[in-house]
């Protein structure tokens, strides 16, 4: 699709038939485009086959409406999403629905090892799925770090301890279709966007796990800054007392030392050094309901992340501020500290304008957004071709 109205009207297509197939008619209603513009652009569309006809109107005599959808099966695209234990992979069809998902449990430190099993897995799921190569508009990898300027090369992910790792030259050797690494966060916050705030154009997306990541969208654009990685406000100082706890990224007292799972880890097995109890991470839920010390360590790590929400509401005044990621299964202890922080020390303001969330889509928000992107990028690549 090199033509730039075709496409304009393609996406507008794409976006109205999101709940249904739409007539003709019901299309020029609905969108900005003229009768005649449509029913031009729709009869490309159809030869190109992006789009198929389908009659399923119910015939009450006279001719039946013939109702327009996209060619679901037309493409294909690959959200790949790197995690800290694994990785999963989504399937989705050109209607940016999941087709099937599946998961890698294996162990990441080794990036050659954990790159030649991914390779196999995509290989495995391109024949069991029965999709040729050619069906493929791209690959997708989300990571939990910082990525270059074009969006190929992972800089940086501490909790994996990547450095400087070429996603995707690795994967265009093996795969010829474009390939787009994102920080998850990013993906995040552009899933959760598409799929449940399609309205909304200034949302946070702060996702807490291991560290604190967070996605920007302002005026309906993800917010890069220079380079690409804009928005890690997982590294906004919030304590600079000589006690701050020092950060990997060379600092002290960054946010995500005092508001992430990792810190509710630590200061837990601090609290119960003396008890006997050995403690993991997936102890902890169970371990909060019965013992308040740990109660209270989740809300203070509550209150602590309710201190960078003051922040970002303060810079920033989103219309919502999602949460997710990990940290999220701590939600009835944690929410009602983030809303006192936000209430008490938020400018007046400002307050009342963001809504506070948890994230509905959890894992899903980041492979929507990725095909999201996908898809957007895909077909900027075809418009620089015409
Ligand atoms: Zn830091």
Redesign the pocket.
């Known amino acids: 699709m090199r033509n730039k109205n075709v496409l304009k009207v393609f996406k507008t297509i794409h976006k109205l038939t999101k709940e249904g197939p739409l007539t003709r008619k019901e299309l020029t209603r609905k969108s900005e485009f003229s009768s005649g513009t449509i029913s031009n652009h729709v009869n490309t569309l159809l030869k190109e086959d992006y789009l198929i006809e389908e009659d399923i109107g119910d015939s009450t005599g006279g001719r039946k409406p013939v109702y327009l959808n996209i060619n679901a099966q037309r493409n294909y695209l690959l959200s790949i999403d790197i995690r800290v234990d694994g990785i999963k992979i989504y399937l989705f069809d050109l209607n940016l629905k999941p087709v099937s998902s599946y998961e890698l449990k294996i162990a990441m430190k080794d990036f050659k090892k954990a790159i030649s099993r991914l390779i196999e897995k995509i290989n495995e799921v391109l024949t069991s799925e029965n999709i040729n190569l050619d069906k493929l508009i791209g690959i997708g990898v989300s990571v939990p770090g910082l990525i270059d300027e074009q969006r190929e090369v992972l800089i940086f992910a501490p909790n994996l301890e990547w450095r400087k790792v070429n996603l995707a030259a690795e994967l265009t050797e093996h795969f010829a279709v474009p390939v787009l690494v994102e920080n998850d966060a990013n993906c995040a916050v552009v899933g959760e966007k598409y799929q449940l705030y399609p309205e909304i154009n200034n949302i946070v997306y702060v996702f807490i796990k291991e560290g604190v990541g967070c996605g920007v969208i302002i005026n309906n654009e993800l917010y890069r800054g220079t380079k690409g990685n804009a928005g890690e406000f ?2 906004m100082i919030v304590d600079y007392s000589k006690s701050a706890i020092p ?5 002290k007292g ?1 946010w ?2 005092v508001a992430s799972e990792v810190y509710i880890l630590k200061r837990s097995q601090q609290a119960l050094k003396n008890s006997g109890l050995t403690l993991n991470k997936s102890r902890i839920p169970e371990l909060a309901k019965s013992n308040d010390k740990i109660k209270d360590i989740i809300k203070e790590t509550g209150y602590n992340i309710g201190i960078g929400a003051v922040n970002i509401i303060n810079s920033l005044s989103p219309k919502y501020l999602v949460f997710g990621g990990g940290i999220k299964k701590y939600k009835k202890y944690i929410g009602a500290e983030i809303k006192v922080a936000v209430e008490n020390r938020t400018l007046e303001s400002f307050s009342q304008d963001t809504e506070i969330v948890f994230s509905q889509l959890d894992d899903r928000a980041i492979s929507i957004g990725m095909a999201n992107l996908l898809f957007n990028n895909f077909f900027e690549i075809e418009q620089t071709k015409g």
Do not use: P, V
């Open positions: 997982g590294h950060c990997y990224c060379g600092s960054c995500e030392t």
